[in-house]
């Protein structure tokens, strides 16, 4: 069982819904990342979010919107998608300390089965 | 750039065999490498994290090796069963955050 828990497993939406997946952990981890998985290719980071603030956004479109609510939480509201956004949404998590050399590893969770029709 | 080749992708192998997967990556400057394994449909799970400045982990039946000069990391699995029939993922990272990941091997263990 993974320590990072993703909600919904598995949604369907139109192209004019609202959605929004859900991540959680309680690890004490202060780093949570997004990352986007298309069948058969590697997953692609989307946010890092590092003590609550969004440090990285890998020029995603505006209408995937991260939210931070606090250290155990991470959202991510979904607008106006598009079916070519159809993918394998994973929510990640780990230490972060400042000056670190990167050696801690991510904590994924199972992810979110995302279709849109 | 950072590119992160993994090879094969693709492996089939009657159960008990020892095999070994293989990892280069471009740029030698990371801070450590990781490799994960992946069920499908499913997220990943974090198999063995090697620091830069380390040569080998072992988990179990599980060795990875890191030859960061070079830019190359193995997995050596020994005696595999079906049950580690899966797609395996390295990943190294350099600026923090960011991994760079492979495409993948994935692997299919025969009973």
């Known amino acids: 069982d993974t320590e990072v828990t993703q909600t919904p497993k598995h949604l369907v939406m139109g192209m004019t819904n609202k959605k929004s997946l859900k991540c959680e952990q309680h690890?004490?981890?202060?780093?949570m990342y997004w990352y986007k998985q298309k069948a058969k290719k590697p997953p692609e980071l989307m946010f890092v979010?590092?003590?609550?603030?969004?440090?990285i956004n890998e020029s995603v479109p505006s209408r995937f919107s991260p939210e931070c609510p606090n250290s155990s939480l991470l959202n991510l509201h979904l607008h106006a998608l598009q079916p070519e956004d159809s993918a394998l949404y994973l929510c990640?998590?780990?230490?972060?300390?400042?000056?670190?050399?990167?050696?801690?590893?991510?904590?994924f969770g199972n992810g979110t089965r995302l279709t849109v029709t | 750039k950072q590119e992160v080749t993994q090879i094969p992708a693709a492996l089939s192998v009657p159960e008990g065999e020892n095999l070994v997967l293989n990892c280069s990556f471009t740029d030698s400057a990371i801070y450590n490498l990781q490799w994960f394994r992946q069920d499908p449909g499913k997220g990943l799970t974090s198999l063995l994290l090697?620091?830069?400045?380390?040569r080998e982990q072992t988990s179990g039946r599980l060795n990875a090796s890191l030859d960061k000069s070079s830019g190359r990391s193995t997995l050596y699995i020994a005696a595999s069963q079906p049950g580690d029939s899966a797609t395996y993922l390295c990943a190294v990272r350099q600026s923090r955050p960011r991994l760079t990941f492979g495409e993948g091997t994935q692997l299919t263990v025969n009973p």
């Open positions: 979010y590092s003590y609550e603030k969004l440090s």
């Open positions: 690890m004490g981890h202060r780093a």
């Open positions: 990640a998590s780990s230490q972060e300390r400042v000056g670190a050399d990167g050696v801690v590893p991510l904590h």
């Open positions: 090697i620091q830069s400045s380390q």
